[in-house]
Each structure stands twice: as C-alpha cells, then as structure tokens.
Nanobody, 123 residues
C-alpha cells in the first residue's frame, strides 16, 4: 500500500508562490505516475498537473499552464508542484495521487491518494 503525504500548503497573496511537496512511501515510487488534483468548495475535483514515472512527460490543466510546474525526485520519493503567479481562484485543497500505470497522464483516476493540503490565495 502506498502512502502519500502532502505538505507546503498555506495562505499566500495573489501573485505569490508556493511549493507543494508529496512524499511517498510503501511502494516503488520511481515506477508510479504522479499527479496533483485540487478541489474547491462546491466544485468538482480538477486535475491540475501530472507527471509520468521518468518525468519525461507532463500534463497541465489550461487554468494553470504557464504558472505551475510539476517535478519529481525519484531518489527522494517526492513529487513537487511549484505554483507561481497565484490567483484567488487557485484556492482549494490540493491532493497528490499515484498510479501503478507508470505512464498514466492527465485528468483520469489514480490508484492512491493523499489526504490533501489547503492552499488559500488572498486577493
């Protein structure tokens, strides 16, 4: 069983930056595809970014393209989401997800999920 623990959320002003981290344990991290989702109150869960096992391919939602960057460090079993030029509409709970299909990419379902970290962007 894979455990995912997100960190790095918090309160930031519009235009600022935050970096989320997701530490994985209990599995072979380097063979998993990873993704970041978010869910705002009253809204459906949205896939924000995804990255395949090698980091060679990435997906970004149109709403964050050019502002967010996903990366991974397989030696540290960690995936990151660098969020720049934050907007109030980025406010949500952000979830890390992992999938055993190592090249899975995009707004699809994933096998394992973290508990989430709150990101709040003030205007």
């Amino acid at each position: 069983q894979v455990q995912l623990v997100e960190s790095g959320g918090g309160l930031e002003q519009a235009g600022g930056s935050l970096r989320l981290s997701c530490a994985a344990s209990g599995g072979t991290f380097s063979s998993y595809a990873m993704a970041w989702f978010r869910q705002a109150p009253g809204k459906e869960r949205e896939a924000v970014a995804a990255i395949i096992w090698s980091g060679a391919s990435r997906y970004y939602a149109n709403s964050v393209k050019g502002r967010f960057n996903s990366s991974r460090d397989n030696a540290k079993n960690t995936v990151y989401l660098q969020m720049n030029s934050l907007k109030p509409e980025d406010t949500a709970v952000y979830y890390c997800a992992a999938d055993r299909a190592k090249s899975r990419l995009g707004p699809v379902d994933y096998d394992y999920w973290g508990q989430g970290t709150q990101v709040t962007v003030s205007s």
